[in-house]
């Protein structure tokens, strides 16, 4: 028989006691008596005072929280007014003096840290102490230099604070502001040699907040090794382990990108562009001697319609030797009137020199074909472009239209890539790795990668090998006293 309605609740325990069987000799039910008075109910004043104590406590508490806010945010308030006394800017609105950008980096990076706000990589600092670095946002335009800045937009847009020095004294104090904060150091060949036997540069025992070695990079922007610790802490602009091994096969691949100002310039159309040809050198030294890839060859006879321009920058030929004929020199150019003519041309002529410039994979980008001369080769195996030397060795992998591969003075076979390069219809073209995602992915290996664990190996194959002359001492005194402080 189903429960009542009266019974269809959570029943409290029972307080009858069983006593036996009833009169028709049935084992009762047991009779359960509802409990429904709660604590509540029972005791109103203790429940009373215990809601106004708990209210109370939170007032309290909630108090201290904004007091201890208000508190905290005065002193990160003053906290942040002393900061700009310890690094004024004097001129805010300036990006090209490499003073104030470091102003700027040491308030930013101390404010973040007095509020607990920073961003990702903010917290780590690079040091550049290359000259390049400071020259690269005051408008220099060299291969190094262009080179800088690249990699400079790289370490920004990743985050990292970086801090301009200009000599190594200034480095070394730099350093040892914050020692701990610093990631990598990235200065001069010249330079990472001259810090590594300087007492006041280096880390040492007895200079325990030098620099030590394997933070130091060194910007080279050439083959072979150019750091006391050899290829593998000297950086490259081109990947010369795979376009010359030799003594550069161990070199780091830092590379460039010239995806970010190419991209802000737009392409002319090629039916809107002369039939023009610009020549890539700014010293007219280039050319005459061994180094000029097309002797004795005029351009005012050519057998296609070709204007053939150039903008030189230096007249420093020998007394006598003047620019070729049909070549029309339009002189020193700004970096934007040389992109303005360089954008109006179908093809970029390389003469020889100079090498590895950045002005061909501009011109790839912009839309042109570069004629890339190829200075020396093997006989025995002339089409091994692994054994070419070439005006731009980085770019001798790839076939027309975007570059044709000519010998030194073959001159048929100039005017023949020529006459192709003018009629090539091509898009902009940015070579993979020189993308600024490229670019940015290797800097990170940079500043991340474990290089402490490599120099200990770098150590102990020095070690059994004796080479290094003074290295091997100086280095066996930093890395030892190193282990020990983390072990």
């Known amino acids: 028989m189903p429960n009542s309605p ?9 307080t009858e006691v069983y006593t036996g069987v009833d009169n028709d000799g049935h084992i009762p039910r047991f ?22 104590a708990f209210f109370i406590g939170a007032l309290i508490f909630m108090s201290y929280d904004i007091l201890y806010l208000k508190a905290k ?4 308030g003053s906290y942040n007014a002393f900061l700009h006394n310890l690094w004024p800017v004097g001129l805010p609105n300036r990006t090209d003096m490499w003073e104030n950008e470091n102003s700027k980096s040491m308030q930013a990076l101390l404010s973040c840290m007095s509020t607990d706000t920073c961003t990702q990589n903010q917290t780590s600092i690079v040091l550049l102490s290359s000259m390049h670095f400071a020259n690269s946002i005051s408008g220099h335009v060299s291969g190094e230099d262009i080179w800088a800045s690249s990699v400079l937009d790289a370490l920004r847009d990743m985050g990292y604070t970086c801090i301009f020095t200009n000599t190594n004294e200034e480095l070394a104090r730099t350093y040892r502001q914050y020692p701990d904060l610093v990631k990598i150091v990235i200065l001069e060949g010249s330079a990472s040699h001259e810090c590594f036997k300087s007492e006041k540069c280096i ?9 030590p070695a394997w933070k ?16 593998a802490w000297t950086l490259s602009p081109e990947n010369y382990g795979l376009i010359s091994p030799g003594n550069s096969k161990d070199n780091i691949y830092l590379g460039y990108s010239i995806e970010r100002q190419c991209m802000q310039i737009p392409v002319t159309p090629m039916h809107e562009r002369p039939r023009q040809a610009y020549i890539l050198a700014k010293q007219s030294r280039y050319f005459y001697g061994n180094d000029y890839a097309w002797p004795n060859m005029t351009y005012d006879d050519p057998p296609f319609d070709v204007n053939i321009v150039a903008g030189i920058a230096m007249n420093n030929s020998e007394p006598g030797q003047v620019l070729p004929s049909g070549i029309v020199d339009y002189g020193r150019l700004t970096k934007e ?22 002005s061909p994979y501009d011109a790839l980008c912009m839309g042109l074909s570069f004629i890339n001369p190829i200075m ?3 006989k025995d195996d002339p089409e091994n472009r692994t054994r070419w030397q070439s005006q731009h060795d980085a770019l001798k992998f790839l076939d027309p239209p975007y570059v044709y591969n000519v010998r030194k003075g073959h001159v048929e076979a100039f005017w023949s890539a020529l006459g192709q390069a003018l009629d090539a219809q091509i898009d902009r073209y940015i070579v993979p790795q020189m993308t600024m995602e490229a670019l940015k992915y290797r800097v990170a290996r940079l500043v991340e990668g474990n290089w402490k664990e490599k120099a200990i190996k770098l150590l102990e194959e020095r070690k059994a090998t004796g080479k290094g002359e003074y290295v091997i001492v100086l280095f066996y ?4 006293m190193d282990i020990i402080q983390t072990t």
């Open 203 to 211: 880390k040492k025992p007895t200079h325990p907040l030098g620099i």
């Open 31 to 52: 009779k359960r008596r509802s409990q429904k008075l709660s604590f509540v109910y029972r005791h109103p004043k203790a429940v009373l005072f215990t809601s106004i």
């Open 216 to 231: 130091m990079f060194s910007f080279h922007f050439w083959g072979g090794a150019e750091n006391p610790l050899g290829n």
């Open 337 to 358: 009137e040389f992109y303005a003519h360089l954008g109006k041309s179908r093809v970029l002529v390389g003469i020889g020199k100079p090498t590895l410039s950045p």
């Open 6 to 14: 009266e019974e269809e609740y959570e029943l409290l325990p029972t």
């Open 477 to 480: 005194l930093w890395i030892e």
């Open 376 to 378: 020396s080769w093997a």
């Open 73 to 76: 945010l005065a002193i990160t």
